[in-house]
């Protein structure tokens, strides 16, 4: 009996050896399998995503939001990431002069500086803390909220629009031209530098013309700008 006991002690181990072999297989061939399919679908989805309706309106939703939570500060420090970019590009790869270069910077970045500087008029003079505004009964009061946070979220919308469609083609924008750089202004860029000496002037003119404190209109200027301040 102890004879035939331990002949099935010696028949049953290798099952379960076996067993356990058969699982570890099992496991390993299902997790290639999931490996490759998912290599399948993430480059599918990465050459197909710009065709998909869901992928658009889920970077819409994403970037209205982002750009709602950031101050004016973070859009400074975006511009000012897309400037330097553009000066490697310019300058590095495309071999232009310092004049050039800083023209085609320029240039390039000429539209997302003139929606910054109207985004900053816009918001300080339609800043909650004036008591021109909080004087307003609160139908009004509301009205001129949602006025600045339009007047400010659609610039701060293109803006990082703009960004994320750089970073996203990196390669295609470093080496293709968008602009050339030789060519005269055009009147649309003409309109652009107007609006910015316009956006200038009333801000530097912004105690003056709101009767505040130039320590209350720093203070404004301080709330928007510190990127920290999310």
């Not at 970077?59 to 330097?84: D, K, R, S």
């Not at 800043?127 to 009061?141: C, D």
């Not at 001129?144 to 083609?169: D, S, Y």
Request: glycine share 4%; proline share 2%; aromatic share 12%.
């Amino acid at each position: 009996m102890g004879e035939k006991s331990e002949c099935k002690q010696d028949t049953v181990l290798p099952i379960q050896t076996q067993n356990k072999i058969y699982l570890i297989k099992y496991q390993i061939y299902f997790i290639i399998y999931i490996q490759t399919h998912m290599q399948s679908a993430l480059r599918t989805f990465a050459h197909k995503h710009d065709e998909l309706p869901a992928f658009h309106a889920a970077y819409l939703v994403i970037t209205v939001l982002i750009a709602a939570l950031l101050n004016l500060g973070v859009f400074v420090f975006l511009i000012a990431t897309h400037m330097a970019l553009d000066y490697v590009k310019y300058r590095e790869y495309h071999k232009y002069s310092l004049r050039q270069t800083l023209r085609g910077v320029m240039r390039e970045s000429l539209f997302d500086i003139t929606l910054l500087a109207l985004a900053t008029v816009i918001t300080i003079y339609l800043h909650h803390s004036l008591s021109s505004i909080a004087g307003l009964s609160g139908l009004l009061r509301a009205e001129v909220t949602i006025a600045r946070g339009l007047g400010t979220l659609i610039p701060k919308f293109e803006i990082l629009h703009r960004f994320f469609h750089t970073i996203f083609h990196i390669g295609h924008h470093i080496r293709y031209m968008n602009i050339s750089i030789e060519q005269s202004w055009t009147r649309g860029e003409k309109v652009e530098w107007l609006l910015i000496g316009i956006s200038i002037v009333l801000l530097f003119l912004a105690p003056e013309i709101l009767n505040i404190e130039l320590t209350l209109f720093q203070k404004m200027l301080m709330e928007e700008f510190f990127p920290w301040r999310m």
